[in-house]
């Protein structure tokens, strides 16, 4: 694959493995996404760092994730439907802006390893099942363990961030853990 791509700016942090479920309106994401279509060929999802999701280009953060459309449909008023499927996740090398508005971006993939998840950890899974029993059976891996917990938790928007831009499986656990460990402490009034 090309490692240059068009950019989606989000409010929003997509997840390898999650899906993504969009209204599309603008121009340029139509033409993005029309071009994806035929092209069969991803695009990127990126949380926004200042600006906002329609008008003038926001800023991104430098850590996305590719998204690949897996269903598509034309909704009433000229709007585009879409659900899209996080793949791997990236860091912007660079980036443009084009005449349209459309940010396009030079990216590295990021490979993840795949490890098991610490028995420390270990109890995660069993959260995870409680909420989630439709997936819970797929995270053997620390990675897809922390990946289905970011999904199925309601984080900020900045902690979903810094999980994506984390490197290692087991390191993402280790932060959600300390996060449902602080939650527990918090006792209701």
């Not at 329609?54 to 430098?62: E, M, N």
Request: charge should be negative; glycine fraction near 8%; include cysteine.
């Amino acid at each position: 694959m090309e490692n240059q791509i068009p950019i989606f700016a989000l409010n929003t942090v997509l997840v390898p493995g999650g899906t993504l479920d969009l209204k599309v309106f603008e121009p340029r994401y139509l033409d993005m996404v029309s071009r994806c279509l035929r092209a069969e060929t991803p695009f990127g999802v990126c949380a926004i760092a200042s600006g906002q999701e329609t008008g003038a280009t926001a800023q991104v953060h430098g850590t996305g994730t590719l998204a690949t459309i897996s269903e598509w449909d034309r909704l009433p008023g000229g709007l585009l439907g879409i659900t899209a499927i996080g793949g791997d996740r990236f860091r912007i090398r660079q980036s443009a802006v084009q005449a349209d508005g459309l940010r396009t971006a030079q990216v590295d993939l990021l490979v993840e390893e795949v490890v098991a998840v610490p028995g420390e950890l270990a109890h995660l899974a069993g959260l995870l099942a409680q909420l989630r029993p439709d997936v819970a059976k797929h995270t053997r891996d620390a990675g897809n363990l922390a990946w289905r917990l970011a999904e199925a938790l309601p984080l900020p928007l900045e902690l979903s961030q810094q999980l994506l831009e984390t490197d290692s499986g087991a390191e993402r656990l280790e932060r959600l853990e300390t996060l449902l460990r602080k939650l527990a402490e918090i006792e209701p009034d």
